[in-house]
């Protein structure tokens, strides 16, 4: 069941309007460091997954607005985009942004490797236009377009009570609108 945590009412006070690109970026950085701020304490971090992490650009603001590397974990099917990601990372002045992980993942055929601080999921879980994606490629035998099987895979990556974040330009479904930054939670 998935419960909406900012409703889509354009009266709404922290309904969010803005572009793909640095300043999505920087409007999902501010939301996570409101809503579960870094921690001095390593063991206090939250777990963040980014699906569809491209080169990383979101993954590399949250580790500079103070979040545990080692438990920043980035996927994308395209191999070509984990590896920028991971040349990307080997460029930063901070030592330990090599310890954001990057995997080449699909994220519906594939089950994601857990360790013991994802064992029952992610606290926080991005994604900065894959849906968008998803939902343009082909429909199903049952004619199912693929954006429908989306909320049941994410629901076996989100620890209870975890907090999911999108940002969407399409218009293919009534709760996804035009320019919209989402938030809701399992």
């Known amino acids: 069941m998935i419960e909406w945590v900012l409703t889509l009412d354009d009266r709404h006070p922290l309904c969010l309007r803005f572009r793909f690109g640095l300043e999505t970026v920087e409007e999902m950085v501010n939301w996570a460091v409101d809503q579960y ?6 063991s206090e971090s939250p777990s963040i997954l980014e699906i569809g992490c491209g080169n990383g650009t979101l993954l590399f603001a949250l580790h500079e607005a103070g979040y545990n590397p080692k438990k920043i974990h980035g996927i994308d099917y395209s191999e070509n985009a984990i590896s920028l990601a991971k040349s990307i990372a080997a460029t930063k002045e901070t030592e330990d ?19 013991d601080e994802t064992s029952d ?7 900065k236009g894959t849906l968008d994606a998803i939902a343009l490629g082909k429909r199903d035998e049952n004619g199912d377009p693929p954006h429908w099987r989306y909320p049941q895979r ?6 209870p009570g975890g907090r999911f974040v999108i940002t969407c330009e399409t218009s293919f479904h009534p709760y996804f609108t035009l320019r919209r930054m989402i938030f809701f939670s399992l």
């Open 154 to 159: 994410l629901s076996t990556l989100m620890k």
């Open 37 to 42: 701020p870094p921690s001095t304490d390593p």
């Open 121 to 127: 999921g992610w606290d926080l879980i991005f994604d």
């Open 97 to 115: 942004a090599t310890s954001i992980r990057f995997t080449v993942h699909d994220f519906f055929e594939e089950d994601l490797p857990r360790d």
